[in-house]
T-cell receptor, first 111, second 113 residues
Framework: AQSVTQPDIHITVSEGASLELRCNYSYGATPYLFWYVQSPGQGLQLLLKYFSGDTLVQGIKGFEAEFKRSQSSFNLRKPSVHWSDAAEYFCAVGGYSTLTFGKGTMLLVSP | EAQVTQNPRYLITVTGKKLTVTCSQNMNHEYMSWYRQDPGLGLRQIYYSMNVEVTDKGDVPEGYKVSRKEKRNFPLILESPSPNQTSLYFC????????????FGEGSRLTVL
């Protein structure tokens, strides 16, 4: 069965500092991997996705993620966090018909 | 504007009173899905539909029904709601399956007393 682990429930980062959110997955085949962001009171929005090719993928809002097959990881990064990045971030893994989400990491941005 | 629309956005009901949460998308997407979001549990898939008249169970289908009679609509039915179905529900759609971007509705917060 596929699964996703986001080990950090909350992370606090100072505005302007770099960010890395961790994601580990379990999947039997080559996975489709995603990062979604949820702002308060909103639905989820896709930040980026990976299936094949370059293991470093670029997304919207200055985010990037790196796929590491040997570590079963797909960590999300941003070089400089803005206050508007405060939100909940979900990593997801799946195939054609089902997508399994992690439990989410809440990002807090301090001034 | 491309969107997924859910109704109602907020609902308080009582145990056993049947209710339907509607979901409609205007993007001609084949794939639609329902998720529930609970604190500390993330999003869990309830049901999904690959196309009209094709539906399948997700991870937590107990107590729910769905139908897909038209491409644009995918209602979620709670025949006899119970308090453990108190949750935030999201409908999502995509062009084809979950390999592409899922577009989410704004959510429906359901409270069952």
């Amino acid at each position: 069965a596929q699964s996703v682990t986001q080990p950090d429930i909350h992370i606090t980062v100072s505005e302007g500092a770099s960010l890395e959110l961790r994601c580990n997955y379990s999947y039997g085949a080559t996975p489709y991997l995603f990062w979604y962001v949820q702002s308060p009171g909103q639905g989820l929005q896709l930040l980026l996705k990976y299936f094949s090719g370059d293991t470093l993928v670029q997304g919207i809002k200055g985010f990037e993620a790196e796929f590491k097959r040997s570590q079963s990881s797909f960590n999300l990064r941003k070089p400089s966090v803005h206050w508007s990045d405060a939100a909940e971030y979900f990593c997801a893994v799946g195939g054609y018909s089902t997508l399994t989400f992690g439990k989410g990491t809440m990002l807090l941005v301090s001034p | 504007e491309a969107q997924v629309t859910q109704n109602p956005r907020y609902l308080i009901t009582v145990t056993g009173k049947k209710l339907t949460v509607t979901c409609s998308q205007n993007m001609n997407h084949e794939y639609m899905s329902w998720y529930r979001q609970d604190p500390g549990l993330g999003l869990r898939q309830i049901y999904y539909s690959m196309n009209v008249e094709v539906t399948d169970k997700g991870d937590v289908p107990e107590g729910y029904k769905v139908s897909r009679k038209e491409k644009r609509n995918f209602p979620l039915i709670l025949e006899s709601p119970s308090p453990n179905q108190t949750s935030l529900y999201f409908c999502a759609s995509s062009l084809t399956g979950t390999t592409g971007e899922l577009f989410f509705g704004e959510g429906s917060r359901l409270t069952v007393l």
